[in-house]
């Protein structure tokens, strides 16, 4: 356990369905990351979170809606995907820029859309 | 963007050997990092060096930064199966606010028993 988990590991989900991604960490971070992860390509930053806030938008679709109640709770509401989102999701927290120390990783939801 | 570029894309080479990845990036940067990750896992983070440091140490691990080549290397010595996996450099090019690292599209590196 690295101190970041992600729920679930695993989910396969229709193209009209609605469903959640959750992501905790009680490490103290203040900072909360969503990544995708797609075969043959680089992880993509798709949001940051800093004190609860947005800060990033990597020009994300709309069908991916992140929710950020506190600093150690993240969520990324799907709806309507379409095949090509299917990917391993990483969430990511880190400490404030004073004591940077690199990210801790959860293990990732393997996301299949059909 | 994609920031950092490793090199080899993939690496295979016999236990007890030496292992040598290379990253270049392309704009200035705070630090960088090198991450590892087994199949299908998260990653873990295995070192930081700043901009301002030229080499650091971590076990097995060597990593270099020569920031007027823009470029980094991960020199892992004395290989075990275990290390078998990817690995990734990440940038952080920014100065406020939380960190927001860029990846590379890793080296996959296997030790062949």
């Known amino acids: 356990e690295t101190g970041v988990t992600q729920t679930p590991r695993h989910l396969v989900m229709g193209m009209t369905n609605k469903k959640s991604l959750k992501c905790e960490q009680h490490?103290?971070?203040?900072?909360m990351y969503w990544y995708k992860q797609s075969a043959k390509k680089p992880l993509e930053l798709m949001f940051v979170y800093n004190f609860k806030e947005q800060t990033e938008n990597n020009s994300v679709p709309s069908r991916f809606s992140p929710e950020c109640p506190n600093s150690s709770h993240l969520f990324l509401h799907l709806h309507t995907l379409q095949p090509e989102d299917s990917a391993l999701y990483l969430c990511?927290?880190?400490?404030?820029?004073?004591?940077?120390?690199?990210?801790?990783f959860g293990s990732g939801t393997r996301l299949t859309v059909v | 963007s994609q920031q950092g570029e490793e090199d080899p894309q993939a690496l295979s080479i016999q236990e007890g050997e030496n292992a040598t990845m290379n990253c270049s990036y392309k704009t200035s940067i705070n630090n960088l990092q090198w991450y590892r990750q087994n199949s299908g896992r998260g990653l873990v983070h295995l070192i930081l060096i700043r901009s301002n440091e030229r080499e650091k140490h971590s076990g097995r691990l060597r990593v270099t930064l020569d920031t007027s080549k823009k470029s980094s290397s991960l020199l892992i010595t004395a290989s075990r199966a275990a290390d078998t996996a990817s690995y990734f450099c990440a940038t952080d090019a920014g100065d406020q606010g939380a960190q927001k690292l860029v990846f590379g599209q890793g080296t996959r590196l296997t030790i062949n028993p």
């Open positions: 490490l103290g971070h203040n900072a």
């Open positions: 990511a927290s880190s400490q404030h820029r004073g004591r940077i120390n690199g990210y801790t």
